[in-house]
């Protein structure tokens, strides 16, 4: 089971750095820190995002806002800029705190640079590389084991709890796991009350729900930017109550519907009707595992481990 782990992580960290053979670095906890809204694919956006965007596909605005905070811009290899979109911009006008607006595709929208920013379009933009960077993050995470005292407790609906221990060792020295079966996250997510927030000063808090199709409808009046709940699983997450965290989930639509969010939200297609708010100015503060960066690496490497997770399954086969 350890032999399994580890070479699963070995492969995940070796695509995580597998890039084009001209692409610049492109990091994910960089990512994570620079940008208060990452849209792998599209976004559909109203009210606003107060700190930078990054849309990998093509951006509708229905009236958005961008960084009228005017926060130093974000960072995707060559590229900055407060909001980066990789395709076009249509829709109602957009208005853009300080920073420079970059679109890979067209722009038909009027977009005010309140900040005195420039408009660039046709611009190459690494889309793949932060897809790649998200996605092989969150499958990474997962694949930890919980670390000892980290709990979320739901038995008292109006009264749950989420605690992180003191962190793990080696790689998790500083950062606390929990992972979450399906009944857990329900049970975490839904209706009630997060009342209490105990967190060891210094611990990153890695949070994995487990759960294809789920719903933030709880209470929780409770925030920190360094923490990050881990949706490995979902292909669709409703934002519908205020919510204090961090959320990684590359693979899922996200509708966020009501309520705000204080942190960074990274999704596959969102829809942004509410606010999304850098906390304290910060999106997320916390540390990862491993320093995961899209590095450019030859073909061969990528083959190499590949085989080896091809030769253990087969002689895992055998001895079965």
Partial sequence: MFLTSSLVRAATVLCLMAGSADAAIVDATSLLRDFNTIALGNLN???????????????????????????????????????????????????????????????????NRNG?????????????????????????????????????????????????????????????????????????LGSGNLATLNLTAGVTTIVNLAGSNLSISGNFNQD???????????????????????ILAPNADIVASSGGNDGVVVGRNITQNIEFRPLNNQNFTGNLPVQVSAIPLPAPALMLIAGLLSLFALRRRKTA
Avoid: C, W
Avoid at 98 to 110: D, E, L, M, Q, Y
Avoid at 165 to 188: E, H, M, R, S
């Fill in 116 to 188: 005195g920013g420039s408009l660039t379009t046709g611009t190459s933009v690494d889309v793949s590389g932060v897809a790649a960077a998200m996605t092989g993050l969150s499958t990474y995470l997962a694949s930890f084991g919980t670390t000892a005292g980290a709990a979320a407790n739901t038995a008292d609906q109006n009264l749950k709890s989420l605690v992180s221990g003191a962190g793990g060792t080696g790689d998790l020295t500083n950062i606390a796991v929990l992972n979450l079966n399906v009944l857990q996250t329900l049970a975490l």
């Fill in 45 to 111: 956006a109203s009210s606003e995002t107060e700190g930078t965007v990054f849309v990998g596909g093509n951006l509708v605005s229905n009236g958005y806002g961008v960084n009228p905070r005017n926060l130093a811009s974000g960072v995707v290899g060559s590229v900055s800029g407060s909001l980066i979109v990789g395709g076009n911009v249509s829709g109602n006008p957009i208005n853009v705190g300080a920073g420079n607006v970059v679109i890979g595709g067209t722009n038909s929208a009027i977009i």
């Fill in 224 to 246: 920190n930017s360094t923490v990050l709940f881990n949706f490995f699983e979902a292909t669709n997450l409703t934002i519908g109550a205020t919510f204090g965290f961090g």
